[in-house]
Each structure stands twice: as C-alpha cells, then as structure tokens.
C-alpha cells in the first residue's frame, strides 16, 4: 500500500513542478517548486530512498531561503550557493545508499 501512496505523491509532485516553469514570477515560480519538493520528500521516505528525501528537503530550504530573498529584494550572494551546494553534498555523503545515490546529488547540485 505504501508504494501505491507513494506513486501518488509522485504524481502530486509533477503536477507542482512542470507547471512551476510557467509562472509569471520568481516568487510564484518558488513556491511551486518548495510544494513540488514536500510531495517528492514525502514520496522518497515512503520509498526508504533516504538520499532523495535529504535532497528534497534541502530543495525545500534552499526554496524558502530564495524565495525571502526575492521578497525582500537581495540576490544571494556566492556563499549561500556554497553553504548549500556543501549541505546536498553531506547529505548524499551522510545518506549513502548506492551508485544510484549519486543521482540525487547530480541532479540537485545542477538545480542550484
């Protein structure tokens, strides 16, 4: 039962992020996209894929952190892309499962 729950909040999640590339601001464009990233954490806990779900939750933080940003009208400077781009890192590090835990570090590392 577990894995069809999981399919679900898959599919939940897709509905968030495909049309989060659609809004017309970056403010919107955030949200989406940190509601996106609930749904895939939840998905990835309910799969024991531990890496994906410290991915996403970081996606989840890094959106916050960006979108106060854009509301208060600061570009983030180098250091929180690094604070970040560390943090993903030592959460795939700390969530080894396999090769294909690189997958998740791949991809979030190129979504920065």
Known sequence: MLFWIAQILGVFT???YI???QMKTK???LIMQVISNVFATAQYVLLSAFTGAVQN???VARGVVFYFF???GFAPNIAVFIIF?????F???LTWDNILSLLHLVGMSANL
Do not use: D, H, N, T
């Open 91 to 93: 959460g795939a590090v």
């Open 70 to 72: 854009k509301k208060r």
């Open 19 to 21: 049309p989060s590339f």
């Open 27 to 29: 403010e919107k464009l």
């Open 85 to 89: 781009e560390a943090a993903i890192v």
């Open 14 to 16: 897709f509905v968030f």
């Open 57 to 59: 939750l970081l996606g």
